[in-house]
């Protein structure tokens, strides 16, 4: 006879559960409860549920401890990636955000009239190449909502990170994952201001390991 199945979710062998690290890097990310409902297709409740449960299973005391918190899902590659040596040093900008009031109108005037390259859209969000330099739009009152975001690229994104802690830099979050893309090649990044209060972010790309069978 044919044992039946347990009943509800497999047990999950992370801290957190898929659906709470998604919820969590966007609250890392510093993103509001109703912003992260819309970019992940909740309601309000929900997110809120999640962010509690986030905070009981870390025993954090609030959502400013969450976006310190620097953890990193099991299975990612950023987790078992090798320290860089030079991890700490400001690499080439690799991105800049600006903000506009229409994305739709702004993808078109970007991509068919300045003819820069349409790398990838989500939503309310759109990516250009610049000859290496990503361009990150995104929908928003492009009058008051304030700089845009220099991004520098760096080899290792936790050894960058302490170096410029060690150099008085506050940091508004840990580094977290804020894109997957289909190959598993990671994007982090991490936030902090200028010595006026402007945004400055650092990011990194990690790649998954090759599979066993591609090696040799």
């Keep these: 006879m044919t044992e039946p199945k347990p009943r509800g979710r497999p047990p999950c062998d992370d801290v957190l559960t898929p659906a709470e690290w998604r919820v969590l890097e966007l609250v890392r990310h510093g993103l509001t409860n109703r912003a992260i409902a819309g970019r992940q297709g909740l309601s309000p409740d929900a997110v809120k549920y999640h962010v509690a449960n ?23 590659p950023l987790r078992n990636a090798a320290s860089n040596k030079e991890g700490w040093r400001m690499g080439p900008i690799g991105q800049v955000s600006r903000r506009v009031r229409d994305i739709a109108a702004a993808r078109a005037w970007y991509g068919e009239v300045l003819g820069l390259q349409h790398l990838y859209s989500f939503g309310d969000l759109a990516f250009f190449d610049c000859a290496g330099t990503r361009l990150f739009l995104t929908a928003g009152d492009a009058a008051s909502e304030g700089d ?4 520098f690229r760096v080899p290792d994104i936790r050894a960058a990170q302490a170096r410029l802690e060690a150099a008085g830099i506050e940091f508004l979050n840990a580094p977290h994952m804020i894109h997957r893309h289909e190959d598993g090649t990671e994007e982090w990044m991490a936030f902090f201001n200028d010595n006026e209060g402007r945004p400055l972010a650092i990011m990194t790309q990690v790649a998954p390991p090759p599979d066993k069978g591609e090696e040799g």
């Design 54 to 76: 986030i905070l009981q299973k870390l025993t954090l005391p609030d959502r400013a401890a969450l976006r310190r918190w620097d953890g990193i899902r099991r299975g990612s």
């Design 148 to 151: 845009s975001v220099l991004y």
